[in-house]
């Protein structure tokens, strides 16, 4: 979301302009250690590299890609909704070849085991003629493991996957085996096809934070995809950033300060949409079942961190936290049938409830 511009009139007030230059960094400064300035200066070049990059591959789909480097840098998952041949696969192996991550596939099908995505011990014989259990690693030991329709793996296996991407460690045999850092699950849902599915269970869902929809291409987008990606093969990406960068801007982006009004919110929109409380607005309790939980408060503020740090702020502003209410919101709050009857779906739940709060 942009920040309002000044209205072109000489009747507006001085004090209505956007503060200058100068202000912003004088602030920045007296919150900020100057390491840390230069830090997000650097974030921000970075960032644009890594949309330039990702953009010799992927044609459109600038949301998609910023709500993905926020989760990245925020240190979340993030779950990506949209129809099949939309490149959703070919945008997150492209996020891993820039960020030079280990990268694994999982295609998620309704009898794959816990042992098939966390590895199992099998017995192997040693130069001294024993036999002993050794532990082989499965695909989830990566950096970055796309989780291809996640909803058709049984219980057991999202008990598994639900345990790695909250503890980031997996159980076999009752032995606990730590996660390669960073870690990231990127996980992909159709919206279309439900046979043969299960429906992924709430605490799994709270665990993601983003649910990110990728919408088809506009006209010329789509002219573009027909002209650029039917002819010869494009070159390899380049490598923009290793896994200790991305730790270091991990935590250079729980640095960033946020303003009290930021904080109070993330707390009040998230208690807007809790049907029965005292916060709520009337029309909540007539569409929603169940709200957001306090993990979306987290992820509210860790958002807005990251994306003011990609975009050069120096800390979190209130377009930031609105720009990410949507995705963190949509997939926590629970709409009920009347909902459904009237076309009232989760998201433009959230979409009034932003709105209503910018005109208070």
């Not at 295609?107 to 816990?114: E, G």
């Not at 982006?253 to 709520?280: L, M, Q, S």
């Not at 997939?331 to 909902?339: D, E, K, M, Q």
């Amino acid at each position: 979301m942009e920040t309002p511009t000044t209205p072109p009139d000489n009747t507006s007030s001085p004090t209505a302009a956007p503060p200058a230059p100068d202000s912003v960094a004088a602030a920045a400064n007296s919150t900020l250690p100057a390491d840390d300035v230069a830090a997000i200066d650097h974030l921000g070049k970075v960032y644009q590299a890594f949309k330039e990059e990702i953009g010799n591959v992927i044609i459109g789909q600038e949301d998609v890609i910023e709500q993905l480097a926020i989760c990245l840098f925020a240190r979340g998952h993030a779950l990506l909704m949209g129809v099949p041949g939309l490149a959703k696969t070919l945008l997150v192996s492209s996020v891993a070849e820039t960020m030079d991550l280990s990268f694994n596939r999982i295609q998620f099908t309704p009898d794959l085991m816990p042992a098939d995505i966390t590895g199992t011990d099998i017995i192997q014989e040693t130069d001294a003629g024993h036999r002993e259990f050794q532990f082989i690693k499965g695909p989830v030991f990566a950096n970055l493991v796309l989780a291809d329709e996640i909803n058709r793996a049984p219980a057991k296996t999202q008990s598994a996957m639900l345990e790695a991407m909250q503890e980031n460690m997996v159980t076999v045999l009752g032995k606990t085996y730590p996660l390669d850092k960073p870690f990231f699950v990127l996980a992909t849902q159709n919206p279309v096809e439900q046979e043969g599915t299960y429906p992924l269970p709430e605490a799994q869902l709270d665990r993601f934070m983003f649910l990110i929809n990728v919408d088809y291409p506009s006209h010329e987008e789509e002219l573009r995809i027909a002209r650029e990606t039917t002819g010869t093969a494009k070159k390899a990406l380049k490598h923009i950033l290793n896994g200790e960068q991305v730790i270091e801007f991990q935590q250079l982006v729980r640095r960033v300060p946020v303003p009290d009004h930021i904080y109070d919110y993330a707390v009040e929109i998230v208690r807007k949409t809790r049907a029965g409380t005292e916060a709520a607005p009337d029309w909540i309790g007539e569409f929603v079942g169940w709200g957001a939980g306090p993990r979306a408060v987290q992820y509210l503020i860790l958002g807005a961190k990251a994306r003011a740090a990609l975009n050069g702020s120096y800390m979190a502003r209130l377009e930031d936290i609105e720009a990410v209410a949507r995705p963190v919101l949509t997939h926590r709050v629970l709409t009920n049938f009347a909902a459904e009857s009237q076309g009232m779906t989760a998201a433009k739940v959230v979409d009034r409830l932003v709105e209503e709060m910018r005109e208070a």
